[in-house]
């Protein structure tokens, strides 16, 4: 029997390095495989890292600005049409897209991500639903990306308000608009957030012309909801109001920044920058090319005939910047509703979070005093730092202190002009005083403690029957308010005071909730208009007589005092027409 020679089996190694591989690549290999079995094993998975990336963007430059158009919105349309003026008159080509509406809700909730608020829905949708309309008008994708820009407001913070802006870029990528510009100012950018090169320069010109659109916005807003509830005939304060807005684009369209003089700035050579700066400074606050406009504004609101006489409960407006801001279906078109429910609406104006802007990074300095340099405070034998850190801590307040005061300046001085109707800004430290014993004035996010303070302010200064909170649903800094807002209601038991949550739908629900504190609110005024007229001992028809008699009181711009305790305008007329009578009995 013949024996075959038993043939040695090669080993592993040797087979993989007869084909090619080296030892070590063998090793490592078998490494690598033991070493991801084992992982499998202990459920450890090992994933490639990917950190996110702004994307790159195409810049918007000084050479596109003559045939590229400045889109924005998210206001009223009355600060849209001045801040549209002011753009131009920058030298810009400008754009406001419509009010948003349910159509656009739905359009952003479609390419938008899941969880967020419906203003960043309504917000983001309105912008696509109005590239597309720009597409069915016969425009291409390409044509629209290079003709237009988006312009909106940047920050970060507890908010969703910070993951707009990625929004709107998942949104436009989403509908196919990618490589769509939109432009971020941020919120605490400061006055020059733009190099030289840049399509939209960000300067003092800029913030100055956009400041004053909107100051001029905020008041001409108030004087129309002031007005439009006791006009005798419908229409006439509208009428007005678009004319007058009209008129107002023109002033702002022609107005050209002031600029230092050719000669004057080759004499003053490396200072001419900051005597050019300060000169701009100096003609906003000495100026007065918005004065003689507004005066004549004036004039033509004060041809709208009013009945004082008609008995209307005050609603405050507050809430979430947007929400308290917009007039359509982002928030159940709730402005047009509570006039036809006969309500006289107090809407807020902007210029009250510009001034919480501030009052909070000077509240900042304050809190963080001496600590940007050190974890603690030099010991107070050490003079020299303290010093130091005390001077720095006194320059930077002063300039705050000395911005909140010119803001203040320029927006009472429109509230004169206009005839006084509109009410002054609320002062921030007094609404710091009156909610952060309620909501820590610290806590940021939303509009922070200004929820709380100005459902204290209006109620207790006698501004308001009742105030009402406009938020979106989920709002994360207007639910923490609404928890504290139990406790300021159970403080203060005449309040009336209604938080509503707005989305895209539940219209119906909302308006039901409104009209039955409404009914409270109504009934409030009513009582308060009787006993003003037992107080003032008169009758309704000695009255309606008295003003027959004296046909200056049905205009706009009669000064009506305001009765410590009485906060309708019936009533405190009634009052008035009292003292009034006194003297014409004897």
């Known amino acids: ?27 490592q290999q078998r490494l690598a495989e033991e070493r991801a079995r084992l992982e499998r094993e202990a459920g450890v998975v090992k ?44 030298g810009y080509r400008a754009e406001a897209v419509p009010t948003p509406n349910v159509k656009a809700f739905q359009t952003g909730k479609e390419y938008g991500n899941n969880g967020q608020c419906n203003p960043t829905y309504f917000t983001v949708g309105n912008l696509v639903q109005y590239l597309q309309t720009l597409e069915e008008q016969g425009l291409t994708k390409q044509e629209i990306i290079d003709r237009y820009v988006f312009f909106t407001a940047g920050a970060c913070g507890p908010c969703r308000f910070g ?8 949104a436009l990528r989403n509908s196919g608009f990618d490589g769509f510009r939109v432009l971020l100012f941020q919120q605490s950018g400061g006055l020059s957030q733009s190099d030289a090169e840049a399509g939209l320069e960000m300067n003092l010109d800029f913030f100055l012309g956009i400041l004053n659109a909107l100051n001029c916005g905020d008041v001409m807003n108030e004087v129309a909801y002031a007005l439009r509830p006791y006009e005798v005939n419908v229409g006439d304060t509208d009428r007005i109001l678009d004319e007058t807005m ?22 003053l050579g490396g200072f001419s920058d900051t005597a050019e700066y300060l000169g701009k400074f100096v003609k906003q606050i000495k100026g007065d090319e918005y004065v003689p406009a507004l005066e004549r504004c004036r004039d033509r609101f004060d041809e709208v005939e009013i009945d004082r006489l008609r008995v209307k409960p005050i609603v405050k407006i507050t809430g979430e910047f947007w929400a308290q801001t917009t007039e ?60 130091r850190i005390e001077w720095d801590f006194r320059r930077k307040v002063a300039k705050l202190k000395l911005a909140e005061a010119i803001f203040k300046s320029e927006y009472h001085k429109i509230v004169n002009a206009l005839g006084g109707i509109a009410h002054h800004l609320a002062d921030q430290y007094e609404l710091q005083r009156l909610g952060h014993p309620f909501y820590n004035s610290r806590a940021g996010g939303g509009e922070g403690h200004l929820e709380v303070a100005k459902n204290i302010y209006y109620s207790n200064k006698d501004l308001a029957h009742m105030v009402l909170s406009l938020k979106p649903f989920g709002c994360m800094p207007s639910t923490q308010s609404d928890g ?45 208009f009787r006993e003003s007229l037992e107080r003032a001992g008169l009758t309704l028809e000695e009255c309606q007589r008295w003003v027959e008699a004296h046909p200056e009181t049905k205009r706009p711009m009669y000064r009506v005092p305001h009765t410590m305790g009485v906060v309708g305008q019936a009533a405190n007329f009634v009052l008035h027409i009292g003292e009034r009578m006194k003297p014409e009995k004897n």
């Open 328 to 387: 359509g279906d982002g928030n159940f078109n709730m402005f047009a509703f509570l006039e036809r429910e006969g309500a006289q609406v107090l809407v807020e104006p902007i210029g009250t979070w510009i001034m919480y802007m501030i009052h909070q990074v000077v509240q900042k300095y304050r809190d963080f005093k001496g600590l940007d340099e050190a974890a603690v405070l030099p010991p107070i034998w050490k003079v020299a730092p303290r010093a």
């Open 246 to 267: 009209d008129y107002l684009h023109e002033i702002f369209r022609k107005k050209r920044p002031w600029k230092l003089d050719e000669n004057m700035s080759k004499f």
């Open 484 to 528: 504290a807002q139990s406790a300021v209601v159970s403080h203060y038991k005449d309040m009336i005071f209604l938080p509503i949550e707005t989305s895209g739908e539940g219209e119906i629900n909302a308006h039901s909730r409104v009209q039955m504190a409404l009914g409270e609110a109504k009934n409030k005024a009513k009582k308060e």
């Open 47 to 90: 994933r490639e890292i990917h950190h996110f990336k702004r994307p790159t963007e195409r810049p918007f430059t000084r050479q596109q600005r003559g045939h590229t158009t400045l889109l924005f919105g998210g206001l009223t349309w009355k600060h849209e049409k001045l801040v549209h003026g002011a753009l131009e008159g920058l």
């Open 1 to 27: 029997m013949s024996t075959q020679p038993v043939q040695p089996k090669a080993a592993p190694l040797e087979g993989l390095v007869q084909i090619g591989a080296s030892v070590e690549d063998v090793i």
């Open 163 to 170: 993951m707009y802006e990625a929004e709107y870029r998942l």
